[in-house]
């Protein structure tokens, strides 16, 4: 015999010695608990506080897994190494590449009016997002 | 058996739909499930060791609500336990199986400390031969069940019919001379047998272990 079609039968024996209490009111599966020794009262109260508890450590485990994967992102933006020159003109250059491979919509595109504070804020804002160039060797 | 498999992405439930079926359930339905885990337990007894109803649906609960178990949600919440509660004890009792038999295997050809220990455990344990769940190396855990019944023909008749396939109304007419309620009386006495049966003092109450 297979153990598939074995484990087959040894259900169906689960099953036939479960049918009479699927059959019982509720009131006569409380009286069947109390006659195997057991408290209904006591048993349920104890599996919905365990589900509970459950519940929450799943919870506070997801929690926790978010949280980690923001830390390490912070972590990853911080170490990262930037691109950004200091030089105006080589941050325009910067720019002005970023704009062709991507469709970037900015005020002030031609730099009139930026200063190179901003300038460089909207570079910092861009390789964050990973719109930077490479760059060239 | 639940699995991944075959349930369309719409039909699998969320942790808030698992969250909202464990605030329905009622009283009755968890003793269900306690009974059925109680049940499973009793009759894989041996590979259960001394793990509890309790510790069978917590693992249930605990594995659809981080969604390694998908729950359809056209299948009741408590026939979903149950599935899992099935296919959670018939892994105990596979592994149970490959450790002795590694552990046997070992044994003959040098064997190493741990499994050494696991058999030295089950032979030096008392309860091994008082325990007729526990199968011996000859018999499967079905035939260890139908050992209990032994001389009680209406039992085993009961039990080999449903082995079989049969039906409840199939096997109280093929039996003759019993109506359902007797049918039903008879096996929640041999449930009960099969529980006293399987009853063992838990780990902690074993004597010091060789």
Redesign the interface.
Same mark, same amino acid.
């Given at each position: 015999m297979t !153990?598939s079609k074995?484990?087959d039968?040894?259900? /169906?024996?689960?099953?036939?010695?479960?049918?009479?209490?699927?059959?019982m009111t509720?009131e006569e #599966? /409380?009286a069947?608990?109390r006659e195997?020794g057991l408290d209904?009262d006591a048993?349920?109260q104890? @599996?919905?506080a *365990?589900?509970a508890r459950?519940?929450k450590e799943?919870k506070q485990r997801a929690l926790r897994e978010m949280q980690a994967g923001y830390e390490a992102a912070v972590e990853r933006f911080h170490a990262r190494k930037s691109h950004i020159p200091t030089d105006v003109g080589a941050m325009q250059a910067v720019y002005v590449k970023a704009q062709r491979a991507h469709p970037l919509t900015v005020q002030h595109r031609d730099f009139a009016g930026m200063s190179p504070d901003e300038l460089r804020q909207l570079l910092e804002q861009l390789d964050a997002l990973g719109l930077l160039p490479d760059e060239e060797p | 058996m639940a699995t991944k498999r075959g349930v369309p992405a719409e039909k699998k439930a969320t942790?808030a739909d698992v969250?909202a079926a464990?605030a329905r359930i009622? *009283?009755?339905e968890?003793?269900?499930?306690?009974?059925?885990a109680e049940? #499973?337990i009793r009759?894989i007894r041996g590979a259960a060791d001394s793990r509890e109803p309790?510790e069978l649906?917590?693992e249930a609960? /605990?594995r659809t609500?981080?969604l390694t178990r998908t729950w359809n949600v056209d299948k009741s919440f408590v026939q979903h336990l149950r599935d899992v509660i099935?296919s959670l004890s018939?892994n105990w009792a !596979?592994h149970y199986r490959v450790q002795m038999t590694q552990g046997r295997d070992q044994v003959v050809s040098g064997s190493d400390s741990r499994t050494d220990e696991i058999l030295a455990e089950t032979a030096a344990d008392p309860r091994s031969e008082a325990d007729p769940l526990i199968p011996s190396d000859e018999e499967? /855990?079905?035939s260890a069940?139908l050992r209990i019944f032994e001389g009680d023909q209406l039992a085993l008749d009961?039990?080999n019919g #449903?082995?079989d396939?049969l039906t409840?109304d199939e096997i109280i007419e093929i039996i003759g001379g019993m109506d359902k309620t007797k049918y039903?009386?008879k @096996? #929640?006495w041999?449930?009960?047998q099969?529980?006293k049966a399987g009853l063992r003092p838990r780990t902690k109450e074993r004597g010091p272990r060789q």
């Open positions: !153990d074995r484990s039968r040894l259900e /169906r024996i689960v099953e036939t010695l479960m049918e009479p209490f699927e059959k509720p #599966r /409380r069947d608990l195997s209904p048993m349920v104890e @599996v919905r *365990d589900f459950i519940a799943y | 942790v969250e464990a009622t *009283d009755a968890i003793a269900e499930i306690y009974k059925y049940i #499973r009759v309790h649906m917590n609960f /605990r609500l981080d099935e018939g !596979d499967d /855990r079905e069940i009961i039990i #449903r082995m396939g409840t039903l009386s @096996v #929640r041999m449930q009960r099969v529980s």
